[in-house]
């Protein structure tokens, strides 16, 4: 098969002269050559991860496709694709773009069509991609600083495909070459679907560069151009973001470049993050020491979310839905996600490690962020044999509605981790970590996930009988979103959770097949609501912890007086669950004063008065101390704490 590549530039068009038309190859693309030249890439004042802006060059001609590939085009190459046209309603003509392909189906692409062509066909690098979208502007698109209305389609943020948030116009159709092209003539670049490009993402670097490739390695596959169901902010010409190169959804396509690859050499990986830094391996000489178990113990509010007050991405000042762990070296590192809001693409995880010995936190920094996708609701989990586990959704776009589920693990208290693995794939409901990873007592690891996007409806619970490698959803679902779950002695699992109030109190939900089926009741508790989340824990000592939150609640102090408490408490269970003796306010019980809450946002402290509200996550080191956090705050204190009544009125 043989055609001509036109010899008039992309670039010589700019200066009045007429655009080379297309060119086609034998299934049906089209393409257009584009000249090579040098460009400001990046955009000031645009996202965080867009400066410094830079000069590249690029070198050699390309040429790209016009569109998007499309539905028949790419089922030359995988007609068992076809069976996907129409999922969720998306992409189901022949004309229309490509969806549910992940990265690594494009590049097959790619490697079939340059077999098929004989000449060398890839994903554009991210530089190419931005030089071509740019077709000489400057601007924050192609069009202008502003997008004609006819680009956006279904434009905002969308909760697809949950069904409690559906709307009209939440499917819209993906046919190419519809909107205006560029002045080299492509079209599509802003919107329609996301395109793969062949790097792996990474910061910019200062300073000229030419013909560059991105990074040597990452977790996550550059994408560009923005799609339908996006903020219009998501589609200008500089804007970044991917995804694992496993991900495929109703919002990613790609189109393809004809050129050899680049020599460059990429860029080496970026430096480890501060949590990663001078991480102490092994295991202290002391690590089951502490203070003295037989006396109350008692340390705290000691906040551990340390974030600039300039900050603008990826850390922001809304930080919430901790979750804590306790490394085999003998340190605490704790997560978080960050963003403006909740919903957003921008949301991020960030870390903070206490050192073993050390008395105050790190600042914070970033520990795992795929660009412009919401990643949403991180927890953690150890198998006590030196293996931290890391989970969290990743979101199709934003907001927590459409979350695929990830696992990452570490061998080294947190100092490297292994590249992210997709263990559901599908967008959609019960892929939301609620923080309440356990391991039975035959191995099995649980992690609970919020079935629901709402305040209520239930969790559900994802199971691994094999370390880790595969996961299956159990299929039922507790009483409660954010569930706590512990396992119970004769194996059975109790659950307390946030909504679903059985005559008038929390939820407690029991299950004896792993949460197949789960049996509903009424806790001795008070409900929980918006921006509270428990914690549940079986202590090394025997007895099952809770943590929660109490507008008003009456708890007897050691004069024997019932005394009227607000706020944090804690309870212990020494009977499986069924009664909850030991109740007590987790607080220093000085003098009334004001402590940060969540964002900031100061609550009093004092002896009859705790934090309102946050979200909890709670872990217990090898010497006994329970370490518990909230979404600003970090408490530690013992077993002999717990049980010691609160001192009476005058402290007695």
């Keep these: 098969m043989a055609f001509a590549l036109l010899v008039s530039s992309a670039a010589g068009a700019l200066g009045g002269e007429k655009m080379p038309e297309p060119f086609s190859h034998s299934i049906g693309m089209k393409l257009v050559q584009i000249a090579p030249g040098s460009f400001m890439m990046g955009q000031a004042g645009g996202d965080w991860d867009e400066r410094p802006v830079h000069k ?31 999922k969720l309603g998306f992409s189901t003509t022949d004309d229309e773009a490509v969806v549910f392909v992940s990265g690594h189906d494009a590049v097959r692409f790619c490697e079939w069509l340059s077999k098929k062509e004989g000449r060398p066909f890839r994903l554009p690098t991210e530089a190419e991609w931005e030089y071509a979208c740019r077709a000489g502007t400057t601007t924050a698109y192609h069009t202008g600083d502003t997008l004609p209305e006819e680009f956006a389609k279904n434009a905002g943020t969308t909760w697809f495909p949950d069904p409690a948030h559906k709307r009209d116009g939440d499917v819209v159709p993906l046919v190419v070459g519809q909107t205006p092209p560029n002045a080299w003539g492509l079209y599509d670049m802003h919107g329609n679907v996301e395109e793969w490009c062949q790097d792996w993402y990474g910061p910019y670097e200062a300073g000229d560069q030419t013909d560059p490739v991105g990074r040597e390695d990452g977790d996550f596959r550059v994408t560009r151009g923005g799609s339908h169901s996006t903020e219009l902010f998501y589609l200008r010409s500089a804007n970044r973001s991917g995804t694992l190169p496993g991900d495929a959804s109703w919002l990613i396509g790609f189109r393809v470049v004809l050129g050899e690859r680049p020599k460059t050499r990429p860029l080496p990986a970026p430096p480890p993050p501060l949590s990663r830094r001078h991480v102490t391996q092994g295991v202290p000489a002391d690590l089951t020491t502490g203070p003295d178990s037989s006396k109350p113990y008692f340390k705290g509010p000691r906040k551990y979310v340390n974030i600039p007050q300039s900050a603008e991405g990826p850390m922001f000042l809304h930080n919430h839905d901790p979750a804590i762990v306790d490394c085999p070296n003998g340190d605490l590192l704790a997560i978080w996600y960050s963003g403006k809001g909740e919903a957003g693409r921008e949301l991020a995880i960030l870390a903070s490690r206490l050192r073993w010995g050390a008395e105050e936190w790190e600042p914070a920094s970033v520990f795992w962020d795929a660009p412009d996708r919401n990643d949403h609701a991180p927890a953690l989990g150890s198998d006590g044999k030196g293996t931290i586990y890391h989970f969290n959704g990743l979101s199709a776009a934003a907001t927590w509605g459409n979350l695929a589920l990830i696992l990452r693990v570490s061998a080294d208290s947190g100092a490297t981790w292994s590249k992210a693995r997709i263990i559901n794939p599908e967008h959609g409901l019960r892929h939301q ?15 609970p996930c919020d079935a629901v996007t709402g305040g209520q409806g239930g969790t559900a619970l994802h199971l691994s009988r094999d370390g880790g490698k595969t996961w299956t959803d159990a299929g039922g679902k507790t009483a409660g979103i954010h569930a706590g779950i512990v396992e119970l002695k004769d194996g059975r699992l109790m659950a307390l959770g946030r909504g679903d109030t059985v005559d008038g109190k929390m939820p407690r ?45 009456m708890i007897k102090d050691a004069a024997g007086e019932d005394r009227e408490v607000s706020g944090l408490y804690a309870a212990l269970s020494f009977d499986e669950g069924e009664t909850w003796p030991v109740r007590r306010l987790i607080t220093d019980g000085g003098p009334g004063r004001e402590v940060e809450g969540t964002d900031g946002k100061p609550f009093t402290m004092s002896a009859t008065s705790a934090e309102p509200r946050g979200y909890l996550s709670v872990c217990q080191a090898p010497s006994g101390l329970i370490h518990l956090i909230s979404s600003r705050q970090h408490y530690a204190f013992n077993l002999a704490w717990l049980r010691e009544p609160m001192p009476g009125a005058g402290g007695k």
């Design 509 to 553: 939900s029991i299950s004896n097949d792993l949460g197949k089926t789960w049996t509903y009741g009424a806790s001795p508790f008070p409900p929980i609501g918006g921006g509270q989340r428990l914690a549940l824990l079986r202590l090394k000592e025997g007895p099952i912890f809770l943590a929660s939150f109490a507008g008003s609640m």
């Design 433 to 447: 970590p609620a923080e309440s990873v356990i391991q039975t007592r035959e191995g099995v690891i649980l992690l």
């Design 56 to 86: 590249v060059t690029i070198t050699r001609p390309f040429a790209m496709s016009v569109t998007e590939v499309t539905n028949a085009q790419y089922e030359q190459f995988d007609p068992e694709h076809r069976r996907l046209r129409g």
